[in-house]
């Protein structure tokens, strides 16, 4: 009994990875390192408007929107303008698309 309680607990927490579209969880410090490598920080941070939203604008703006992540995932590879003001976001095509999913899924599970 106890084993198909871990082995519940565990296919739940790889689906919930999985819905996000993170191969891996990540805790605030590897989402900040991962914001600092791939030139993220210049423009955000976790929870102040700096030149774009605070990624916890982000994920109070799209929670519910179980298209979020692919949206997201796409504007943050082509950029986008005109949703947080009219500072546009350049695109990031010099990031990876594993790194930018893994970022965006980390984003949504943000909160205030």
């Not at 296919?11 to 191969?23: I, N, Q, R, V």
């Not at 179980?66 to 950029?79: E, H, N, P, S």
């Not at 986008?80 to 009219?86: A, E, I, K, L, M």
Request: aromatic share 6%; hydrophobic share 40%.
């Amino acid at each position: 009994m106890k084993r198909q309680a871990i082995t519940l607990a565990t296919t739940s927490f790889a689906a919930a990875l999985f819905a996000t579209g993170s191969a891996q969880a990540l805790d605030n410090a590897a989402g900040q390192a991962l914001m600092q490598k791939d030139g993220c920080a210049a423009c955000h941070t976790i929870d102040k408007r700096v030149v774009g939203p605070s990624y916890q604008e982000v994920a109070a703006k799209y929670k519910g929107d179980k298209d979020a992540l692919a949206k997201l995932t796409d504007k943050v590879k082509k950029g986008g303008s005109g949703v947080w003001g009219t500072i546009p976001m350049p695109p990031n095509t010099q990031v990876s698309d594993a790194d930018i999913k893994t970022l965006v899924g980390w984003i949504l599970t943000l909160k205030k």
